[in-house]
């Protein structure tokens, strides 16, 4: 599981670096301002799961499932942390149903 680097989108721009989804799923930084794209390349939809750390009433939340069409993208977000943030070590854990020719970038705004 690969941790992504959030990048900063300022006022001069930004050519955001992609990487490629992790078998094993990757995690992100949690923020208000945290966001995911998701890039699929394939000719099948990807389905990415953000994994629910909250609850309610002690009734868990359920993860965030986003379907990634073919050839598509996707921008998933904010990734607030009172709903993503693992107790663990405090990052966003994400899963891909399929990693070949999927890329992401963690973004903040």
Request: proline share 5%.
């Amino acid at each position: 599981m690969a941790t992504l680097t959030t990048q900063t989108i300022a006022l001069a721009g930004l050519g955001p670096t992609y990487a490629n989804a992790s078998a094993g799923g990757d995690k992100a930084a949690v923020g208000d301002r945290n966001f995911l794209h998701v890039k699929n390349g394939s000719a099948s939809s990807v389905t990415v799961t953000l994994t629910a750390t909250a609850a309610v009433r002690g009734q868990a939340v359920s993860n965030l499932t986003v379907a990634v069409p073919a050839s598509g993208e996707r921008m998933i977000g904010p990734l607030p942390a009172d709903l993503f943030q693992s107790p663990t070590d405090g990052l966003c854990a994400i899963g891909y149903s399929a990693t070949a020719t999927v890329t992401v970038a963690a973004l903040r705004i």
